[in-house]
């Protein structure tokens, strides 16, 4: 690659790493080109692409925002996570895929709004359910409480229809 390439590279990649909401770093020791070009299309389908670059280059690039300063973890072989929808999606995808493929890639550390995650805060980022799941679930819980108040309503106005005609009834077998 020369200057203008390097510089071009650079460039593209410090407008993904601002346009994703998460970056993973991994570490990819081990693993064949078939196993990242699996991993990759896993990624792919949670919203995420995967990027191996020479750290020198990803020092570069990250210099370049203002995210917090990695650079003492940009060492060794760095594959590079941009998850750019659910941030939870991509951290699952890479620990499946690490189950499957004896614990590779191995997470260096993530960065979440302009926050740094070391892998175990990542390894518990994946075990939570997917973004659908929890909306569901708190769709479900902030309608709990609107139910029962309908419920309660309504046994209130039956408990009243009830009254009424207790009421017609005891007037009918008065006046009648």
Do not use: W
């Not at 370049?64 to 590079?80: A, S």
């Not at 991509?90 to 260096?108: G, I, N, Q, R, Y």
């Amino acid at each position: 690659m020369n200057r203008t390439e390097k510089a071009s590279f650079v460039e593209d990649l410090r407008e993904r790493i601002n346009r994703a909401p998460v970056v993973y770093l991994t570490d990819f020791t081990g693993l064949s080109v078939k196993s990242i070009t699996k991993l990759r299309r896993s990624l792919r389908v949670s919203g995420a692409e995967y990027l191996v670059v020479k750290n020198r280059l990803a020092r570069l690039a990250f210099s370049q925002t203002k995210l917090p300063n990695i650079f003492e973890d940009l060492n060794g072989p760095t594959g590079m996570v941009l998850g750019y929808g659910d941030v939870v999606a991509p951290a699952k995808a890479l620990k499946d895929f690490a189950k499957e493929h004896d614990k590779k890639p191995a997470f260096k550390l993530g960065i979440l709004e302009n926050e740094v995650l070391r892998p175990e805060q990542i390894d518990r980022l994946a075990k939570l359910p997917p973004r659908e799941q929890l909306l569901a679930e708190l769709a479900g819980a902030m309608s709990a409480p609107t139910a029962m108040l309908a419920m309660a309503l309504e046994a209130k106005l039956q408990e009243m229809a009830g009254l009424i005609d207790a009421l017609r009834e005891k007037r009918q077998g008065e006046g009648g």
